[in-house]
């Protein structure tokens, strides 16, 4: 046998363990639930219904309500996000300042923190007597304590200063790691021509890390898209299924309500579609490469 099939040989060993898994476990689940999504019933009694679950989709107030909040938080927060996560990267990569290693863990250090233990501190944080409103009573700003979790549009902001305290600093690290790749002398080159800050980040920095940008916007749609730890533990959904999100109202049809396991699969799919178009587009958008 030639060197090059036995190296060949070597990776396909090494790589079907892996692939078996993934087939097995990923690809083996989503054929089924394909199925499944053209199925009624509960166990035994499942009966096929064909395409009455993904037209029941839009008939469907709380499913329709959930995807209006997912796509608030989606045009909301996903560019705030992504632009302070910009900002902070190019502050950081400033070679003279000082301390930079312990504000980059400060900043990053929220993304490692429990999806519930964060979700508590925030309800705490915004609740009748946290700490929020003891401050905005304190100086004059409200009269009395508000109920931030309990009026729709102040518990969607509630999620969205979740989800920027937990996912900026996540963000931040893609964007240093394509800056560190950007010689520093087109920057001193640019100090020397008399280039201000603004004008470097929009004329540098930004052109430079679009592949790094693109990435991460793709990253963050797909993840606001399938939104469910936060709309869960914050706020329950709530009030009436004002803050409810997709992803929450598909777990809420498998496992809290009586079971509908088909509709549910019906829903999932619906947000791949979601996922898939966004993506596309913003590949087509982002991606001028020839």
């Not at 900002?87 to 490692?112: E, V």
């Not at 009748?128 to 003891?134: A, K, R, T």
Request: glycine share 6%; charged share 10%; aromatic share 14%.
């Amino acid at each position: 046998m030639s060197l090059d099939k036995r190296n060949n040989l070597t990776g396909w060993a090494f790589l079907t363990p892996a692939a078996l898994l993934i087939l097995v476990m990923s690809f083996v689940p989503m054929v089924k639930a394909f199925i499944l999504s053209f199925q009624t019933g509960v166990g035994a009694a499942m009966k096929p219904c064909g395409i009455s679950n993904y037209t029941r989709m839009f008939k469907d107030t709380v499913f329709m309500q959930s995807v209006k909040n997912t796509f608030f938080y989606l045009i909301i927060q996903v560019p705030i996000m992504l632009i302070l996560a910009l900002i902070l990267a190019s502050i950081l990569n400033n070679r003279n300042l000082r301390f930079k290693g312990l504000f980059r863990t400060m900043i990053f250090l929220p993304c490692a923190t429990s999806l519930v233990a964060y979700a508590t501190i925030f309800r705490t944080l915004f609740a009748n007597n946290g700490i929020i409103n003891l401050f905005l009573v304190k100086i004059g700003i409200l009269d009395a304590p508000y109920s931030f979790l309990t009026h729709p549009i102040s518990a969607k902001i509630v999620i969205i200063l979740g989800l920027l305290w937990r996912w900026t600093g996540y963000n931040m690290v893609f964007y240093l790691s394509g800056l560190q790749n950007i010689e520093y002398s087109v920057y001193e080159a640019a100090k020397i021509d008399g280039a201000s800050p603004v004008q470097t980040f929009f004329k540098i920095t930004a052109p430079l890390l679009k592949p790094t940008i693109l990435l991460t916007a793709i990253m963050s749609t797909n993840g606001t898209l399938q939104l469910f730890d936060e709309s869960v533990n914050l706020t329950d959904g709530g009030p009436a299924n004002a803050s409810i999100t997709m992803s929450h109202y598909i777990y809420n049809m498998s496992f809290k309500y009586v079971p509908n396991f088909g509709y549910a699969a019906a829903m999932s799919f619906f947000i791949l579609i979601l996922v898939a178009i966004l993506a596309f587009i913003q590949m087509k958008v982002g991606d001028k490469r020839d």
